[in-house]
């Protein structure tokens, strides 16, 4: 059964420093890996899908990398600002035949930028 | 995303009522799903449908159902609502593929009583 962990639970940052979120997996017979962004109240915006044949993906301040093999994620945010404030999410879709086209989330890191 | 409606957006009802909670979507997606989010345990799938005529239950399908009235319609039921039942609910929807992204709704906050 595939599990996400989210290390840290919560962050707190100064605005403008680069910082990374880390999203770990059990299972590496993945189709890709998703992370989102979760204001409160709100529902989930996905910030970029990585497949499983690619190494990272970029949009604008946000980097997201994949190591299949070791079954790790990374959010990179840079220049981080107060309005990135919010909860962030990896969510893993696996390929196995239990876990086909489900994804399996984290729980989540809660990130806070002050100014 | 406002593609992706969910109806009530918020519901406190008592035990033992039955609720169902809608779901909307512009996208022309085929693929929709339903999650519910716990603190502290993150999302989990309830059921999911690959077309009109698909229905597949998820990791926590008990004391739930579900309808594909349409295209664009997923509705889950709760027959006999329980407090344990009490969280946040979102409906989410993908193309058809294993490398579309899903996209979700903004949730339904229910209480049970």
């Known amino acids: 059964k595939q599990e996400v962990t989210q290390i840290p639970a919560a962050l707190s940052v100064p605005e403008g420093e680069n910082l990374v979120l880390n999203c770990s997996f059990t299972d590496s017979a993945i189709y890709n890996l998703q992370w989102f962004r979760q204001d409160p109240g709100k529902g989930l915006t996905s910030l970029l899908l990585i497949q499983s044949s690619q190494r990272e993906q970029t949009s604008g301040r946000l980097n997201a990398s994949l190591d299949k093999s070791s079954g790790r994620s990374t959010l990179y945010i840079a220049a981080s600002q107060p309005g990135d404030s919010a909860t962030y999410l990896c969510?893993?879709?696996?390929?196995?035949?239990?876990?086909?086209?489900?994804?399996?989330f984290g729980t989540g890191t809660r990130l806070q930028v002050t100014l | 995303d406002a593609d992706v409606t969910q109806t009530p957006r918020n519901r406190i009802t008592k035990t033992g009522k039955r609720i169902m909670l809608e779901c909307s979507q512009t996208?022309?997606?085929?693929?929709m799903y339903w999650y519910r989010q716990d603190p502290g345990l993150g999302l989990r799938l309830i059921y999911y449908?690959?077309?009109?005529?698909?229905?597949n239950k998820g990791e926590i399908s008990d004391g739930y159902s579900v309808s594909r009235q349409a295209q664009a319609k997923f509705s889950l039921s709760l027959e006999s609502a329980i407090p344990n039942q009490t969280a946040l609910y979102f409906c989410?929807?993908?193309?058809?593929?294993?490398?579309?992204?899903?996209?979700f709704g903004d949730g339904t906050r229910l209480s049970i009583l």
């Open positions: 969510a893993a879709k696996g390929n196995n035949t239990g876990t086909a086209s489900k994804l399996t």
């Open positions: 996208k022309g997606h085929d693929r």
């Open positions: 989410a929807t993908s193309d058809a593929g294993e490398v579309q992204p899903q996209h």
């Open positions: 449908s690959f077309d009109v005529k698909d229905i």
